[in-house]
């Protein structure tokens, strides 16, 4: 007892401690949330709230919480309104807490927003009159996130700057990478390439009237586009434009021949003697990129090098026919073969002999005599009536032949003729469309007789490169002011043209959506709900969909688009335009331009399968080709012959499987197998992005 109360007044003590200190904390407590609203009210006082014209600006909705989200907001609508010292400071704050440009900015939760402070910012700056600042600030959020509005604005504060300089603006410097101005190629395709320069910076670049994909103008844009031209003259005209409007024009000559020469057999004599047997051979070569060479029986016969090369050789007859081939600079060639048959043993005359389309001989004297009793024979090489081939472009080789001299020959009503004779070698480079081509070979002679052969060559088209197979889409209505409009509506009807028009995706039309919303009672006002719009896209067997949201302010209307993969929901791309004009023209324009930016998202890319390892495998596609999320088909070639003539007609192929990348490398990519047999995929098979 005497312990006990010896200690009872240590314990309160204590507690009496305990009780100051926890006072005393809660005091200072007190006392920093006294000083911090404090201090906030004294540097945040309430912004003024203004109506014009019958609007509000200056509000946000819900509380104003002082965060960075909160000021955005407000100085957008500021902004707006143009209140532009006002929007200034709120843009500036929301820079102050958070300083990167970005979209899909995470407010709190799982809210999200776009976040552009510098390009608005920017904005401000340039309607404000302060150039400079605003060149800083539109080229910052280019930096942290490309939009196409910044782009938009930024070159108009450059046209702005120059402008102001008030010096004469020159026109841009532009190279083509040509060493001459008239060209000549054999390849499927040409390449026009160059550079266009300008310190006042280039705009826009067009060949033949067509302007090439530019992100914003640059002073240093080196280009190159590949153009898929016929045969024959092209002029092709590039030209830059700088911001003010200068412009530059540069033509050059594209002469495309992948055709060989034609060879005409004009007069033919077959000598006897008696040292031996011989024959002599007149002819011409006519070929617009010019005759090179010239070889009878393997032997090199020397000829003048031009367009147009007669010819006149005597040779023994060793082989028992002979043998042309003739060659343009280009490496172009065409050969021509004439059987020679003896007569009987006892040295009778030597004919010339050739099989009509009939396998019949024809004499020498029926070839050159002067009575005409047949029109004339149209043959070509290794091509039946129909023939069903997987190319893009076929090789048609063909020989016509009378009794008197031809005077008329055309591929599809177009002449070929250079040079009557009476035996004429010809070949031709046909460009094929998906489905029947019909090629009509008309020939005539002297005496008007006619002829005429017409093949039917259907070009099909391998599984894997086939529309059917490529990523499948729809296009919803996007979102304006939380709701769907007639300008969304018709916005998004020209969208889907614009991509239908591209040949890239395998698109679900809007007829197709409208049963679905219909038979789910869905209007189209909810499908702004990403989680409805995901659902009606699979309702629809879409892979993806496109959804987005149009921004309409006082001085122009940015679309944002995204591509969302249906099954994995990952936002696969996303692309925004930007104008000034408002009006259904305009906006059509602009549904071309975010057509044409996603076909850019999504290049056809084929590879090969490096390695497989249980339910994934690796490409030989890498990171400066590929991207995270895309799919692609798994397929192995299957060439194919044509069963009369034995002559290979392409290759179709046969999907194996599907899979879609889940890891990029430097130079190479892995992938997860979601569709076919694992076993079947093997290394070497091909791969092509959907």
């Known amino acids: 007892m005497i312990q006990q109360s010896a200690r009872?007044?240590?314990?309160?003590?204590?507690?009496?401690?305990m009780k100051k200190i926890t006072n005393s904390i809660l005091f200072i407590f007190l006392a920093v949330v006294f000083l911090f609203s404090f201090c906030q009210c004294a540097v945040e006082s309430?912004?003024?709230?203004?109506?014009?014209?019958?609007?509000v600006y200056g509000e946000v909705k819900g509380a104003f919480r002082h965060r960075w989200w909160n000021y955005y907001e407000r100085g957008l609508s500021y902004a707006e309104g143009e209140f532009y010292v006002e929007a200034t400071e709120d843009l500036k704050e929301a820079i102050r807490q958070r300083s990167s440009d970005r979209r899909m900015a995470r407010t709190y939760g799982m809210h999200f927003m776009d976040y552009f402070p510098h390009r608005e910012l920017g904005i401000v700056y340039y309607y404000a009159d302060n150039m400079e600042a605003a060149e800083m600030e539109l080229e910052l959020s280019l930096s942290h996130f490309p939009s196409d509005k910044a782009r938009f604005y930024l070159d108009r504060v450059r046209r702005a700057l120059i402008e102001r300089e008030g010096e004469a603006v020159s026109p841009p410097f532009l190279t083509l990478d040509f060493e001459d101005e008239e060209i000549w190629s054999k390849g499927d395709s040409v390449v026009i390439s160059g550079v266009a320069e300008d310190d006042h910076y280039i705009s826009q670049i067009t060949i033949n009237g067509t302007p090439l994909f530019l992100e914003g103008s640059q002073k240093h844009v080196p280009f190159k586009e590949t153009l898929s031209l016929p045969q024959g003259r092209h002029a092709i005209e590039v030209e830059a434009n700088n911001l003010l409007g200068k412009l530059t024009k540069h033509q050059v000559m594209i002469h495309v021949d992948r055709e060989g020469p034609i060879i005409t057999l004009e007069d033919l004599r077959v000598d006897q003697v008696a040292t031996g047997k011989g024959v002599t051979i007149h002819g011409a070569i006519f070929d617009e990129a010019g005759v090179s060479d010239l070889s009878i029986n393997g032997e090199s016969i020397p000829v003048h090098k031009g367009v147009n090369v007669s010819f006149t050789k005597s040779l023994?007859?060793?082989?028992?026919?002979?043998?042309?081939?003739?060659?343009?600079?280009?490496?172009?060639?065409?050969?021509?073969?004439?059987?020679?048959?003896?007569?009987?043993?006892?040295?009778?005359?030597?004919?010339?002999?050739?099989?009509?389309?009939?396998?019949?001989?024809?004499?020498?004297?029926q070839l050159f005599g002067s009575k005409d009793a047949t029109p004339p024979i149209i043959k070509l090489k290794d091509w039946t009536t129909s023939q069903k081939v997987f190319l893009e472009k076929v090789f048609i080789e063909g020989e016509i032949s009378d009794e008197n001299p031809i005077d008329g020959l055309t591929i599809n009503h177009h002449s070929i003729l250079r040079h009557k004779g009476k035996r004429i070698f010809f070949n031709h480079m046909a460009d094929l469309e998906e489905g029947e081509n019909n090629i009509l070979i008309e020939a005539r002679d002297e005496a008007g007789n006619t002829a005429e052969k017409k093949i039917s060559i259907i070009r099909g088209v391998p599984k894997a490169l086939q529309l059917d197979e490529r990523l499948s889409l729809?296009?919803?209505?996007?979102?304006?002011k939380g709701a769907v409009s007639e300008a969304s509506l018709s916005f998004q009807d020209n969208l889907i043209d614009g991509l239908v028009d591209q040949?890239?995706?395998?698109?679900?039309?809007?007829?197709?959506?409208?049963i679905v919303l219909e038979e789910q009672k869905l209007s189209r006002t909810e499908l702004i709900d990403r989680s409805t719009a995901l659902r009606l896209g699979r309702l629809a067997a879409a892979q993806s969909v496109i959804t987005g949201s149009m921004i309409e302010t006082r001085t122009g209307i940015e679309i944002v688009g995204r591509i969302i993969d249906t099954e994995t929901s990952e936002i696969?791309?996303?692309?925004?335009?930007?104008?000034?004009?408002?009006?259904?023209?305009?906006?059509?324009?602009l549904a071309q331009g975010m057509a044409v930016k996603f076909h850019r998202e999504f290049p056809l890319l084929d590879g090969h399968v490096i390695q497989k390892k249980g339910?994934?495998?690796?490409?030989?596609?890498?990171?400066?080709?590929?991207?995270?999320h895309r799919r692609f088909i798994v397929y192995r070639e299957d060439p194919i012959e044509d069963p009369l003539t034995g002559k290979a007609v392409g290759a179709d192929n046969v999907i194996i499987g599907r899979a879609r990348v889940i890891q990029v490398m430097q130079e190479?990519?892995?992938?997860?197998?979601?569709?076919?047999?694992?076993?079947?995929?093997?290394?070497?098979?091909?791969?092509?992005?959907?």
Request: charged letters at 30%; aromatic letters at 6%.
């Open 8 to 17: 009872y007044p240590v314990i309160v003590k204590e507690n009496e401690m």
């Open 46 to 55: 309430p912004k003024p709230v203004y109506v014009k014209d019958g609007r």
């Open 316 to 365: 023994p007859i060793r082989e028992g026919h002979l043998e042309l081939v003739a060659q343009d600079r280009l490496g172009n060639r065409t050969s021509a073969t004439i059987p020679i048959t003896a007569g009987s043993v006892n040295r009778a005359p030597f004919r010339l002999a050739w099989a009509d389309s009939n396998d019949t001989p024809l004499v020498a004297g």
């Open 474 to 480: 729809t296009v919803l209505p996007f979102e304006q």
């Open 503 to 514: 040949n890239r995706f395998q698109v679900v039309e809007r007829e197709r959506l409208d």
């Open 572 to 589: 696969l791309a996303t692309e925004d335009v930007y104008g000034e004009v408002k009006d259904l023209p305009a906006l059509r324009d």
């Open 615 to 628: 339910e994934h495998l690796f490409t030989d596609l890498g990171q400066d080709r590929i991207k995270l």
């Open 668 to 690: 190479m990519s892995k992938a997860e197998i979601i569709d076919g047999e694992n076993s079947s995929i093997s290394r070497q098979d091909k791969v092509i992005t959907e």
